[in-house]
């Protein structure tokens, strides 16, 4: 079983920037994909971005422009690198891992932007 360990969470004023990791605890399928959701209070889970192996960057209109995913292969890690950051992105921050029929999730990071 793959877990998923996410940091980078935390307060941050409107305007700032914050970069989440997410690291899976073992070599996983060469084909896969990682990424972010995020869920605010009382809101579904929504797409933020992912990044295909050996494919390109997605990303929510809401995030374009102004989050940027990367993955580090060997490291078996996936990063968000979030600035101008608005209170709207205030939620819980997920990384998902899919490898064809199997799907990870990690436990969420809380990012809160204050106005």
Request: charged residues 15%; proline residues 3%; hydrophobic residues 35%.
């Given at each position: 079983?793959?877990?998923l360990?996410?940091?980078?969470?935390?307060?941050?004023?409107?305007?700032?920037s914050?970069?989440?990791?997410?690291?899976?605890?073992?070599?996983?399928?060469?084909?896969?994909?990682?990424?972010w959701?995020?869920?605010?209070?009382?809101?579904q889970?929504?797409?933020?971005?992912n990044?295909?192996?050996?494919g390109?960057a997605?990303?929510?209109?809401?995030?374009t422009?102004?989050?940027?995913?990367?993955?580090?292969?060997?490291?078996?890690?996936?990063y968000?690198?979030?600035?101008?950051?608005?209170?709207?992105?205030?939620?819980?921050?997920?990384?998902?891992?899919?490898t064809?029929?199997?799907?990870?999730?990690?436990?969420?990071?809380?990012?809160?932007?204050?106005?």
């Amino acid at each position: 079983q793959v877990q998923l360990a996410e940091s980078g969470g935390g307060l941050v004023q409107a305007g700032g920037s914050l970069r989440l990791s997410c690291t899976a605890s073992e070599s996983v399928f060469s084909i896969n994909v990682m990424g972010w959701y995020r869920q605010a209070p009382g809101k579904q889970r929504e797409f933020v971005a992912n990044h295909p192996t050996g494919g390109r960057a997605n990303y929510a209109d809401s995030v374009t422009g102004r989050f940027t995913i990367s993955r580090d292969t060997a490291k078996n890690t996936v990063y968000l690198e979030m600035k101008n950051l608005m209170p709207e992105d205030t939620a819980v921050y997920y990384c998902k891992l899919t490898t064809g029929v199997n799907i990870y999730w990690g436990q969420g990071t809380q990012v809160t932007v204050s106005s």
